[in-house]
């Protein structure tokens, strides 16, 4: 470009191969610290909200009880996703489970006293229980099964878990757990 006579350069905007790849390692560094701690957190937020949705299932079956003044069952379900979902008697709740209000007495399930369903919790997880595959409360909102002790542990060797435990007055308490 010709400017007063005199030629001046334009000067080109952009980087250089050797900024660019030091911006690239620098980058490949980052996301090689970061993105395992990620992983672990991800993974320890989807315990957390696991075990908060079977406390939560709990609590509704309590309240239900009390409301219906029927006895409510939380229980392990093998077909979950069925027209009317059945207990099974496996201790095994990775499958999924229900809560159900037992409003004509006759101690089965049917379509209109399902209160909630919960589907399998993650692939990557497991939920289960030494003895319980119910909890059962009274209109009263107590416990009328013993209580019990689940483990939600996922696939990860050495790592913290939960523990929900749910006591004889029917309350939870969830607390970390090492998994084996």
Request: hydrophobic residues 40%.
């Amino acid at each position: 470009m010709k400017l007063n006579g005199k030629y001046k350069m334009k000067r080109e905007a952009g980087f250089t191969l050797l900024e660019l790849m030091i911006t690239v390692g620098i980058l490949a560094i980052v996301l090689s610290v970061g993105v395992p701690s990620y992983r672990g957190i991800v993974m320890d937020n989807r315990l957390a909200s696991q075990a908060n949705l079977f406390a939560t299932s709990i609590k509704l079956a309590r309240s239900n009880a009390v409301r219906f003044q029927r006895n409510a069952t939380v229980c392990s379900s093998a077909n979950y996703d069925a027209a009317v979902p059945t207990c099974s008697s496996n201790n095994d709740w990775s499958g999924g489970w229900i809560v159900w209000v037992d409003k004509d007495r006759d101690a089965a399930t049917d379509a209109n006293e399902i209160i909630s369903v919960s589907g399998p919790v993650h692939s990557a997880s497991e939920l289960k229980s030494t003895s319980a595959n119910r909890f059962t409360y009274d209109g009263r909102g107590f416990a009328t099964t013993a209580a019990g002790e689940l483990t939600l542990c996922d696939n990860r060797s050495g790592e913290m878990g939960r523990r929900i435990r749910v006591n004889a007055t029917g309350r939870t308490n969830i607390a970390r757990q090492a998994c084996t």
